[in-house]
C-alpha cells in the first residue's frame, strides 16, 4: 500500500543520522514535518532555518502525537522508542520504531525511484541489507529511460479513457499499451539524445562490439 503523505502531520522522535534519513524520506513525499529532541545534528538544524520543518528542542511527551498521522521513533535509546510506540499505540496512530520490528506498525521499504515509477522491497523488518540489495539490482534493471516510459504510459491512458468504446475494447487498449513490445518500440523512436543520457545506446553500442576474443 502507498500513502500520500502530502500536507499531513508526521513526527520524528530523534534527530540523529538515522532521524535524519527518515526526514528526507517524508519531506519527499511533501509531509509536514515536526521533530522532537533536546538536540540535533547539522543536517536537521539546517532543515530547521530553512523553515521546511518543525523542530520541538526538547523531550518527546505524548501530546506531541495531536494530529500527527504517523510518528518514526528514531532516537538512539530503544527504551525510548518502545515507550513512544505505546504511546502512540493508545492514541490509534501508526508507528515505526526504528531496528525493532516488534514495535512498528508499518516498514520503510527500500524503493527504486523512476520518475512516477516506484518499485518498493520489504522485507518486514526481517533484512534490511537484503532489501537493499535488491533495491541495487533493480535499478540496474530499471534504468531512467522508465520514467519516460512511464509518463507517456500514463498519457496514452488518458486518451483511451477519454474516448468513447466499449469496456472490453479500452481493456484491450490498456494492456496492449503496457506491453514489452510497446515498450520495446518506444525505446526505438525514443530520442538519440535521450538514449545518451542514460547510458542505453553505449550499453546497446558494447553489446554489438566484437569481443577482444572474437577479434583475434
Not at 512498528?104 to 527500500?110: L, Q, R
Not at 523512476?114 to 535488491?134: D, E, K, M, V, Y
Not at 533493480?138 to 483511451?160: A, C, M, N, T, Y
Not at 513490445?181 to 523512436?189: C, I, S
Amino acid at each position: 500500500m502507498l500513502v500520500r503523505l502530502t500536507g499531513r502531520k508526521c513526527l520524528v522522535v530523534g534527530a540523529g543520522k538515522i532521524a535524519a534519513d527518515k526526514v528526507a524520506g517524508l519531506l519527499i513525499h511533501g509531509a509536514q514535518v515536526e521533530v522532537v529532541s533536546p538536540r540535533a545534528i547539522r543536517r536537521i538544524q539546517e532543515l530547521e532555518k530553512k523553515g521546511k520543518i518543525v523542530w520541538r528542542h526538547r523531550k518527546f511527551s505524548p501530546r506531541d502525537l495531536d494530529g500527527a498521522f504517523l510518528v518514526v521513533a528514531a532516537t538512539n535509546s530503544s527504551m525510548i522508542n518502545q515507550t513512544v510506540f505505546r504511546a502512540c499505540k493508545a492514541r490509534d496512530v501508526l508507528c515505526n520504531a526504528v531496528d525493532d520490528p516488534l514495535h512498528c506498525d508499518f516498514f520503510y521499504p527500500a524503493v527504486v525511484r523512476r520518475g512516477p515509477l516506484q518499485i518498493a522491497i520489504s522485507t518486514n523488518g526481517h533484512s534490511p541489507a537484503l532489501a537493499a540489495r535488491l533495491r541495487r539490482e533493480l535499478e540496474q534493471q530499471f534504468g531512467p529511460e522508465w520514467s519516460d516510459w512511464v509518463e507517456h504510459v500514463g498519457k496514452l491512458r488518458r486518451e483511451i479513457l477519454d474516448k468513447r468504446m466499449s469496456a472490453k475494447a479500452r481493456r484491450e487498449r490498456l494492456l496492449a499499451m503496457a506491453s514489452p513490445d510497446e515498450f520495446q518500440e518506444f525505446l526505438r523512436r525514443w530520442p538519440l539524445e535521450g538514449r545518451a543520457a542514460t547510458g542505453i545506446a553505449a550499453h546497446r553500442q558494447a553489446r554489438r562490439r566484437p569481443s577482444p576474443k572474437s577479434q583475434s
